[in-house]
C-alpha cells in the first residue's frame, strides 16, 4: 500500500497526486465512465494536472484515489466537497474510472468509508449526493452504503437528446449509526 489514508477490506483509499492526472484524464474522456458524471465537455492532461493543484491547494478535502488493495490498482477516485461548516455537511462524488473493476463491490466500499470518515472524523450530519436517473448502477451502490431519495431535480440534465432527472440523495448521522 502506498501512503494510504483510509483501509477497507478490499480497498484503500490514498490521496490524489499529480502522477495521477493522466490516468484520471482517461476515464474522464471515456463515454461509459463520463456518461454518469456532471462533465460533458473533453480533458487535456495539463487541465487535469492544473485541477488537481487547485483542488489539492484550495478544498478542505482533496478528492482520495480508490486502489485496490490486492493489485495496488488505481481505479477510481472519491471525496468530498462543498463543504458547509455551519450546518455540518457535504457533497459526496465517486468515480470508478476502471470498468473492468466494475460490479465488484469496491464503490459500495469506498462510499461506507467516505461516510464513516464524514461522522466520525469530521463531525458532519449530512451527506448529499447527485445522481442521473438513468445510472442505476450508482443509485443502487449509494442505496447500499445508506443513502435515502430525498428529491428529484426534474429535467435538470441534458444528454443523448433528451432532458433527464436528477435525484439528491442524503445521509444523516443518525441513519448511519443505526
Do not use: S
Not at 485496490?68 to 462543498?82: A, M, N, P, S
Not at 461548516?85 to 470508478?96: K, V
Not at 439528491?168 to 448521522?173: D, E, K, P, S, T
Request: glycine content about 8%.
Amino acid at each position: 500500500m502506498k501512503n494510504p489514508f483510509l483501509i477497507g477490506d478490499a480497498i484503500y483509499l490514498r490521496p490524489i497526486e499529480r502522477e495521477d492526472a493522466g490516468t484520471c484524464m482517461a476515464w474522464l474522456n471515456d463515454p461509459e465512465v463520463a456518461h454518469t458524471l456532471m462533465r460533458h465537455l473533453p480533458l487535456n492532461r495539463i487541465a487535469e494536472e492544473q485541477w488537481i493543484e487547485k483542488t489539492c491547494r484550495d478544498e478542505p478535502m482533496a478528492p482520495l484515489c480508490i486502489m485496490v488493495k490486492e493489485t495496488d490498482r488505481h481505479i477510481g477516485l472519491v471525496g468530498l466537497h462543498q463543504f458547509h461548516q455551519e450546518d455540518r455537511h457535504a457533497c459526496f462524488g465517486l468515480t470508478i474510472g476502471e470498468k473492468d473493476e466494475w460490479g465488484k463491490g469496491y464503490g459500495t466500499e469506498a462510499t461506507r468509508l467516505i461516510v464513516k470518515f464524514a461522522f466520525d472524523t469530521l463531525n458532519l450530519h449530512r451527506v448529499w449526493l447527485q445522481v442521473y436517473e438513468y445510472n442505476a448502477r450508482g443509485i443502487r451502490t449509494y442505496e447500499k452504503a445508506g443513502f435515502r431519495r430525498e428529491g428529484v431535480l426534474r429535467q435538470d440534465h441534458y444528454r443523448d437528446g433528451r432532458y433527464w432527472d436528477t435525484i439528491v440523495m442524503g445521509i444523516l448521522r443518525e441513519e448511519w449509526q443505526r
